[in-house]
C-alpha cells in the first residue's frame, strides 16, 4: 500500500480494511527543525565522530519501525472432491423380443437335435401340451422297437423320457392333438402288433395317461388326421385306413367321415349340410388347423383299396369352417404325395407341410417345404433342409415360436432320430450408427438394412425399436425415446412374395445425463473466502466432462463435479454446471444462489488528538463490509480503559506514555479480523515523557521512520564526503613572506593600528 499523506487533524484516523496489511496510521506531526550552524561547526570538528554518530541516528530511527502482525482466524476451506461418474455397465441381455411377421415370411430349417433324444422312429404321434408348455412325443415304430409305447417331452431345446406307469398300449401311425376344451392332449387309434387299427381313446394329463375308451367310439384306423378347430372349439377326426381286421387284401385305405370329439370322452359323427362337397376318401393326409380360413386345412394323401386295386395320391387342398368343407385347389400346389408332416407356423402365418411320399409305383421320398398363405401355396424350400422323409411327427411349438418335426423313415425305410425346427428366415444384423457404445435418450441412430435384405420395390419393417416410428425404410433415422436393450431388427418382404429376418442386433440406449443434488456450501461468504460448489451427475454413456459456468470473479472452472474458489467480488450469483457424455450428450443445471459481500474490515477513531494526560479520550470501532450480524471484541484493555459499548472504549490516563489496546471483529461468515493499537499519551504542553515531540503520532514514526532514518543517514553520509573533499583541497604552506609594511608593528599614527592580526 502506498504510504499516507502527513496531514494534521484533530483525530487520529486507521484504516485496517485490508486483510493482507495492518491498519495504517495517519495523524498530526511536529518535526524538529535543525540548526545549520551548529551542524556546520560540529562537521567541521576534526573530532567528531562522523561515522559512528551516522550508523548510532539510522539504528535508533529503524527500531522506531514495530511490526504489528494481523491475526486472522476462521474456518478452513472445506474440502473438495470430485465424484466419479456412475459407471455405466451392461446388467443384463434383454430378452429375445417376440418375431413378428411382415408380408409373406419365408423360414429357414436349424438343425435343434440335442445329445439325449428319443429312439428313431417312424409314424410317433406328437402335438403341442400347452398346460406343460412343452411338445409331447408317443410311441413310433424303431428300428428296435416297433411299436412302442414310451412317452417324452420336449422343452427348451432338451428331450425328456417321462415312460412310466400307465400307458396306452404300444402302437404307431397314431394321432393325437392337444384338446384346449379338457386341456389334456387326445391320442386316438394306431397300428399294434396285434390289431392295426386301434379304436381307443386315451387323454394325457398331468403327467398321466387316462383310458377314455367309451362305446360309439370311430371305427379303428390308422393314419388318419385329429386337428383342433380354433374357430368353433373342436377336435375333430377325418380320413385314415379304416378297417375292422388286420391288414389284408381286403383293407379300406382311405376314410372322408368327419368325427368330433367331446369333452366328456365320447365321440359323435359330424352330419354335414347338403348338397356340400366333400373331399374323396383318403389316409395319410395333412390336417392343419389354419386360422386363415376359419378353421383347418386337409392336404394330400391317398386312397388304397385291396378289392378294387385302386391306390392314388391326391394334391388336393381342402378347407373346413363353420360346418361345411371347401375345395381350395388351383395354381401351384405340391405333387400328389401323403404322409408329409405339416402344422401350422403363426412365426411365418401360414400352414407349413415338409416331406412325404409319392405315391406308387414311385414311392420316392422328398424334402420339399411348402407354405400355405392367403388361399395360395408357394415352394419356400430353403438351401438347407432335413434330409427327404416320410411318416415324420410335426407341430408348432409355441414357446420357441417354430415348427418342430421329429424322426419318420427315409427311402430305405431305415428310422431317423433328428429334430428340425422351421423357423423365421434371417438376414445378417442391420448394421448402426454409432456402431458401438450406444447412444443417450433424445439422440439420433442410424440404422441400415445389411446388404442381403436390400431389393428392388421391398418392403420393410423395422421391429423393436427404442421408441421410434418404423417407417417402410431400408435406413432409418431413429431419434431414440426410450432407455434400455433393443434387439433391432428388420423384415424383408420381396414383390415375389418371399421374405426373412435379420438377426438382431443388440443395441443399449442410455438415459440422458442429468444433473441433481446442487449444494452451495456456505450459501452466503465474505470475499475472498472459500466456497464449495457441488453436484452430482447420472445417465449417460461413458465418462463425463465437466465445464462451470457463471461463476463469481476469482473462481475458475474446473472438470470436477466440485469446485472450491475464494469469490473476489461482491454480488449475488448462480453457478452453472454443465456435464456431458462421451457421446456429446448434455445436461445444465443450476445451483443454490451465493452472496458474496464486501471482505471485513474495521476501522478505528482516536479522540480528541493529541491524547493529554488526565484528559479522557475515546476509541471508536467501526466495522465495514462482512456478512451480518456482526460483533466486536475488545481485549488488552489499559486500567484506565472502560468499555462504553461495543463498539466505542473510554480511556483517562494520568501517566504519559503509549496505551496499547486490541479489538476483534467478527460476522457470521466466520470471519475474523484483530487489530493492535498504541495511543500515545503526552503531557500538556507537548513534552512527552517518552522523548515522542508532542502531537507527534507514533503510527506515523512506525510508518515512516524507516525511510526518514535512511534519509538522514544518507543525507549525514554526504555531508562527510564534502568535507573530507574539501580538506584535500586546501593548499600546502608556502615560505614565509617577505615582510611589508602591513606586517610590520604599527606606529601610534597608523591607520591599522586597530585592525586585528
Not at 412343452?134 to 431345446?157: E, I, M, Q, Y
Amino acid at each position: 500500500m502506498a504510504p499516507e499523506r502527513l496531514m494534521r487533524a484533530r483525530s487520529v484516523s486507521i484504516d485496517v480494511n485490508s486483510r493482507d496489511t495492518v491498519g495504517r496510521y495517519r495523524g498530526g506531526c511536529s518535526g524538529h527543525t535543525s540548526r545549520v550552524e551548529r551542524v556546520r561547526r560540529w562537521a567541521r570538528s576534526p573530532k567528531s565522530p562522523l561515522y559512528l554518530t551516522t550508523a548510532i541516528v539510522g539504528f535508533l530511527l529503524l527500531l522506531t519501525v514495530p511490526l504489528f502482525p494481523q491475526v486472522r482466524s476462521g474456518v478452513p476451506d472445506a474440502p473438495s472432491s470430485e465424484l466419479t461418474p456412475p459407471p455405466h455397465p451392461l446388467t443384463g441381455i434383454a430378452p429375445a423380443s417376440q418375431r413378428a411377421a411382415a408380408g409373406i415370411p419365408t423360414g429357414e430349417w436349424v438343425n435343434v437335435t440335442p445329445g439325449t433324444s428319443p429312439s428313431g422312429r417312424a409314424g410317433a404321434a406328437m402335438s403341442y401340451d400347452a398346460a406343460t408348455h412343452a411338445v409331447l412325443l408317443f410311441g413310433g415304430c424303431s428300428a428296435t422297437a416297433c411299436p412302442t409305447n414310451d412317452t417324452w417331452r420336449f422343452a427348451g431345446g432338451t428331450w425328456t423320457n417321462l415312460t412310466g406307469g400307465t400307458a396306452p398300449p404300444a402302437r404307431w401311425r397314431a394321432m393325437m392333438s392337444f384338446d384346449p376344451a379338457i386341456g389334456a392332449d387326445v391320442l386316438f387309434g394306431g397300428c399294434s402288433n396285434a390289431t392295426c387299427q386301434l379304436n381307443d381313446t386315451w387323454v394325457y394329463r398331468a403327467g398321466n395317461w387316462t383310458n377314455l375308451t367309451q362305446a360309439g367310439a370311430p371305427p379303428g384306423r390308422n393314419d388318419g388326421s385329429l386337428v383342433y378347430d380354433y374357430n368353433d372349439s373342436t377336435l375333430y377326426l377325418i380320413g385314415g385306413c379304416v378297417n375292422s381286421g388286420n391288414l389284408s387284401a381286403t383293407l379300406r385305405c382311405g376314410d372322408n367321415l368327419l368325427w368330433m370329439f367331446h369333452p366328456n370322452g365320447t365321440w359323435s359323427k359330424v352330419v354335414l349340410t347338403g348338397g356340400s362337397p366333400v373331399p374323396p376318401p383318403r389316409a395319410q393326409a395333412t390336417a392343419v388347423s389354419d386360422p386363415s380360413v376359419g378353421g383347418f386345412l386337409l392336404q394330400g394323401g391317398e386312397v388304397y383299396n385291396g378289392v378294387l386295386a385302386v391306390d392314388q395320391g391326391y394334391a388336393d387342398t381342402w378347407s373346413f369352417s363353420n360346418g361345411s368343407w371347401m375345395n381350395l385347389t388351383g395354381g401351384a400346389a405340391p405333387v400328389p404325395c401323403c404322409a408329409r408332416a405339416g402344422g401350422w407356423d403363426n412365426a411365418t402365418g401360414s400352414a407349413i407341410l415338409f416331406g412325404g411320399v409319392s405315391a406308387p409305383p414311385g414311392f420316392a421320398e422328398y424334402a420339399s417345404t411348402w407354405s400355405f398363405r392367403a388361399g395360395a401355396w408357394t415352394n419356400v424350400s430353403p438351401t438347407l433342409s432335413p434330409a427327404a422323409r416320410s411318416f415324420a411327427a410335426a407341430v408348432y411349438d409355441p414357446a420357441g415360436q417354430e415348427l418342430l418335426i421329429f424322426g419318420g423313415e427315409n427311402s430305405t425305410s431305415s428310422s431317423l432320430g433328428d429334430t428340425w425346427a422351421y423357423r423365421l428366415a434371417t438376414f445378417p444384423a442391420p448394421t448402426a450408427s454409432p456402431s458401438s457404445g450406444g447412444i443417450d435418450v433424445g439422440q439420433v441412430l442410424t440404422l441400415s438394412a445389411p446388404p442381403a435384405a436390400v431389393q428392388s420395390n421391398a418392403s420393410y419393417l423395422w421391429l423393436h425399436l427404442p421408441g421410434c416410428a418404423a417407417l417402410d425404410l431400408p435406413v432409418l433415422h431413429c431419434q431414440a425415446a426410450s432407455s434400455g436393450n433393443f434387439d433391432l431388427t428388420i423384415n424383408v418382404s420381396a414383390p415375389n412374395g418371399t421374405s426373412g429376418e435379420s438377426v438382431p442386433l443388440l443395441y443399449e440406449v442410455y438415459p440422458s445425463p442429468a444433473v441433481g443434488t446442487f449444494s452451495t456450501f456456505p450459501p452466503v461468504v465474505d470475499a475472498g473466502q472459500s466456497v464449495t460448489f457441488s453436484a452430482s451427475a447420472a445417465g449417460g454413456t461413458g465418462l463425463y466432462t465437466f465445464n462451470w459456468s457463471a461463476l463469481p470473479p476469482g473462481c475458475l472452472s474446473t472438470n470436477s463435479l466440485s469446485l472450491a474458489c475464494p469469490p473476489a467480488a461482491t454480488g449475488n450469483f448462480r453457478p452453472h454446471l454443465t456435464v456431458t457424455d462421451s457421446n456429446g450428450a448434455s445436461e445444465t443445471g443450476v445451483l443454490p444462489p451465493l452472496v458474496v459481500n464486501a471482505a471485513l474490515g474495521l476501522v478505528l477513531n482516536v479522540t480528541p488528538t493529541p491524547t493529554l494526560v488526565g484528559t479522557p479520550f475515546s476509541v471508536v470501532a467501526m466495522i465495514q463490509g462482512g456478512t451480518l450480524p456482526t460483533s466486536i471484541a475488545w481485549s488488552v484493555l489499559p486500567t484506565g480503559c472502560r468499555q462504553g459499548s461495543s463498539f466505542v472504549v473510554n480511556c483517562t490516563e494520568n501517566v504519559a506514555g503509549t496505551v496499547r489496546m486490541a479489538v476483534t471483529a467478527r460476522d457470521s461468515s466466520s470471519e475474523q479480523l484483530t487489530h493492535f493499537l498504541n495511543v500515545s499519551v503526552v503531557l500538556p504542553g507537548g513534552n512527552r515523557s517518552n522523548g515522542t515531540p508532542a502531537g507527534t503520532n507514533p503510527g506515523f514514526l512506525s510508518q515512516y521512520g524507516l525511510y526518514l532514518g535512511l534519509g538522514v543517514a544518507a543525507l549525514l553520509l554526504l555531508l562527510l564526503a564534502l568535507w573530507q573533499r574539501a580538506r584535500t583541497r586546501s593548499p600546502p604552506p608556502s615560505s614565509p613572506p617577505v615582510p611589508t609594511r602591513a606586517s610590520l608593528p604599527p606606529g601610534p599614527n597608523d591607520p591599522t593600528e586597530n585592525r586585528l592580526p
